[in-house]
């Protein structure tokens, strides 16, 4: 979740959320997440939602953990129960989070998810 994506993408009131790296914080995206909007609605088109809190729940396929220049970088591909891949990018570690781990990701539709 970099932090210039909310300022340009997304809710720009609330872009003090990213990256959430506080307890608190993670816990305020929830309740900015629209609860209506599945990761089917996105697949059908993502226009509608260029600038809606979504939240995706599904499987670690794939994690993978990288130092940059800028600090840790975090890879993930996330399979949800509708058989949807999410690949999100989150600017932090992930600490404990493994392949096959049961995640829910809060994201603006358009800021570190990628729906292929």
Do not use: C
């Amino acid at each position: 979740m970099y932090e210039q994506f909310p300022s340009r993408w997304g809710n720009k009131e609330r872009a003090d959320l990213f990256p959430a790296l506080t307890a608190t914080a993670i816990e305020a995206t929830s309740y900015e997440v629209d609860p209506r909007i599945t990761t089917r609605h996105i697949f059908k088109g993502i226009t509608p939602y260029l600038k809606t809190m979504v939240e995706v729940t599904g499987v670690v396929v794939e994690i993978q953990e990288d130092t940059t220049d800028f600090g840790a970088l975090t890879q993930i591909h996330i399979m949800d129960e509708n058989g949807n891949s999410v690949f999100g990018i989150y600017n932090n570690t992930t600490d404990g989070i493994l392949d096959q781990d049961v995640v829910t990701h809060n994201d603006w539709s358009t800021n570190s998810l990628l729906f292929v």
